[in-house]
């Protein structure tokens, strides 16, 4: 079946270092890949998608790019903020037709001042 | 002008009762979905609704019962409630399953056993 794997947390940053969240998927077809953010108290919100291959999602100053060949779709950004801290969700949902999204299990990122 | 909404935030109730969380979304969606989100932060589908139909129904007790009343609104209804139906409840909803597909989530129900 299909399924999402993310880096384990949890990661600790200092303010404006580099970020980069690992995720990987598996699924036949061709999925959509997503990244949801959900700060502390809050519902998920999506960040940035990515519907076919090479597609680069933005927003926020976060990026991530769908790797067809290593079926992979990490999260970036180049300076993080206090702000910024919460959990990351990399999800997908395999291909047209499908309601289902499949989620990884989260990293929590703490930024540091 | 909250898009999608859950009540109550936080529930507190003892093991045997029952109980419903309730959800509404007012963006002209016709699909909605429930998830649970366990202590640590693992999320998993349980239901989801097109337009009324049950479309999802993943492996969940059948203590759990999903009624979507009208394409705006589903609630989650648990009978016998059990310590390992403690965690946080998030209702979401989307438009179809083509085009953009964006699933908006509502704030959660924070749900204890005791």
């Known amino acids: 079946g299909d399924s999402v794997t993310q880096m384990e947390g949890p990661v600790t940053l200092s303010e404006e270092a580099f970020l980069t969240i690992n995720c990987t998927y598996t699924?036949?077809?061709?999925?959509?890949l997503f990244w949801y953010v959900q700060y502390p108290g809050e519902g998920l919100q999506l960040l940035l998608k990515a519907t076919k291959a090479d597609d680069k999602g933005s927003n926020k100053g976060f990026e991530a790019t769908y790797r067809k060949e290593t079926t992979s779709f990490h999260l970036e950004k180049g300076s993080v903020q206090v702000s910024d801290s919460a959990v990351y969700f990399c999800a997908l949902r395999a291909g047209a037709g499908s309601y289902q999204l499949t989620f990884g299990k989260g990293t929590k990122l703490s930024v540091i001042p | 002008d909250t898009a999608v909404s859950q009540t109550p935030k936080y529930l507190v109730t003892q093991m045997g009762n029952d109980k419903s969380i309730k959800c509404e979304q007012n963006?002209?969606?016709?699909?909605m979905y429930w998830y649970k989100q366990d202590s640590k932060k693992f999320l998993k589908i349980m239901f989801s609704y097109n337009n009324k139909e049950l479309i999802i129904n993943e492996t969940v007790p059948n203590r759990f019962s999903p009624k979507s009343p009208d394409k705006a609104h589903l609630n989650l209804h648990i009978n016998s409630l059990e310590l390992g139906d403690s965690a946080v409840y998030f209702c979401?909803?989307?438009?179809?399953?083509?085009?953009?597909?964006?699933?908006?989530f509502g704030p959660g129900t924070r749900l204890t056993v005791t």
């Open positions: 699924a036949t077809g061709y999925p959509s």
């Open positions: 963006l002209g969606h016709d699909t």
């Open positions: 979401a909803s989307s438009q179809g399953q083509g085009g953009t597909y964006e699933q908006y």
